[in-house]
């Protein structure tokens, strides 16, 4: 499959050569009205009006291909007054008007009135196309029948002409009004399409810088978190245990050196964590902060990529009870129980809630993509985020949660209250 960067100038391409097309075929159509017209009325014995008929048409055809290009230059950009649709429409008029008075001239001086009057159709909006459709018909038709019905003999057509002749004239008279607008109507068609191509594109790339946004706010918003807490706890600690504040220090670096190996994975979009690791690593940075914490996680089976949504919901959780409360005991519990996923994070002492927050709203959106859904409670001080996703419609993972564990660190298992 071709990639965006070659698929661009072919479809510009391709507008271009539609465009060309469709102009050459209006053109021939005009000209092909323009030359039956003639060959239909020069052979009728309609008198010194032949002359003053041909001249006229060959400047209605002339007009006529100038007007061509005024239909393709996008909606709205040539308005019905145009002068030369006005001169077409005149020319037009005129030939037909000439043809009318009696003796009547034929049907066949009719094809530029109907070509005007498919021009001008496509240059209007709404209900006027039907009415400029119909408008054309009944100049045709009420001029054609007066032409007849006034004339002292037949209407004046080859010699093997009759009835069934003048009924196929008469058709393919509505058929040349409604060319121009059916030929103009595709290419707007397809131009609407490529439109709405470009704006799928553009909400593509809108969707993608907020995915990128939204990661970032995941990772880095944890990570320097955690930063500004252990900088502050080795300052407290600088004076009198210089010692441990070193190690706080220390830790401060690793945590900056995985926030920026974090930072590359993102950009290089291969960042997978799995929810053990991801609650040890919780769990590490809740009990530095003086929180006991209690952890549970059961993920059998889990795909990879619901482990790396659970784990965005543990780091988000994590953030909020260090950045938004003051607790001294937490809990995190990852079991699998009637066909879902469900995760559990509790933490006393909570704050006062936040509606403006993003963290949240974020992680609604990442677990609703899986089915899942984010529900938060508040019973008293306590606090609780329970996260649940299904375990089907996710797809089948290459890779499970627990291979994924086995792999790397694993957070060993503890029962439900332990310190």
């Not at 429409?89 to 009719?110: E, K, M, N």
Request: glycine fraction near 10%; proline fraction near 4%.
């Amino acid at each position: 499959m071709a990639d965006t960067g070659q698929l661009a100038p072919r479809v510009t391409a391709d507008l271009k050569a539609m465009r060309l097309l469709t102009m050459v075929s209006l053109w021939l159509g005009i000209l092909v009205a323009g030359s039956v017209q003639l060959l239909l009325g020069v052979d009728a014995a309609v008198g010194p009006r032949v002359i003053p008929l041909v001249i006229v048409t060959i400047a209605a055809v002339l007009t006529g291909l100038a007007t061509i290009p005024l239909l393709l230059r996008g909606s709205g950009d040539a308005a019905p007054n145009h002068p030369l649709v006005l001169a077409l429409l005149a020319q037009s008029g005129a030939v037909w008007v000439l043809a009318v008075i009696p003796p009547f001239a034929g049907w066949g001086w009719a094809f530029t009135l109907a070509m005007a009057g498919g021009v001008l159709t496509c240059l209007v909006r709404g209900w006027w196309k039907a009415v400029v459709i119909l408008g054309s018909y009944a100049a045709i038709g009420l001029g054609g029948l007066v032409g007849v019905l006034t004339s002292s003999r037949p209407a004046v057509v080859p010699s093997s002409a009759g009835t069934g002749v003048d009924a196929v004239v008469i058709g393919t008279l509505a058929l040349f009004t409604l060319m121009p607008l059916s030929a103009v109507w595709v290419l707007q068609v397809v131009w609407r399409l490529e439109h709405a191509r470009q704006l799928a594109a553009e909400l593509a790339v809108a969707r993608e810088r907020l995915r990128f946004a939204t990661d970032l706010h995941d990772i880095q918003g944890h990570n320097l978190q955690v930063i500004a807490l252990k900088s502050e706890l080795a300052e407290r600690l600088l004076p009198d245990q210089p010692e441990r504040a070193g190690r706080e220090i220390a830790e401060v670096h690793r945590i900056a050196q995985v926030a920026l190996d974090d930072t590359h994975a993102v950009v290089n979009d291969y960042r997978t964590v799995t929810v053990a690791v991801e609650a040890r690593n919780a769990a590490a940075v809740l009990r530095s902060a003086g929180i006991r914490c209690a952890v549970h996680i059961e993920t059998p089976g889990m795909p990879t990529a619901l482990g790396a949504v659970f784990a965005v919901a543990i780091r988000e959780a994590v953030t909020n009870v260090l950045r938004h409360s003051r607790a001294t005991e937490a809990t995190m519990e990852l079991v699998l129980a009637a066909a879902e996923y469900r995760l559990t994070v509790t933490n006393n002492a909570a704050g006062a809630l936040r509606r403006d927050g993003t963290g949240l709203t974020g992680l609604a959106q990442r677990v609703a993509a899986h089915g899942g859904t984010v529900e938060t409670t508040r019973e008293d001080d306590t606090f609780m985020l329970v996260v649940r996703a299904p375990t089907t419609g996710v797809g089948r993972p290459e890779q499970t949660e627990s291979d994924a564990a086995g792999q790397g660190s694993t957070f060993p298992r503890k029962r439900r209250g332990a310190r």
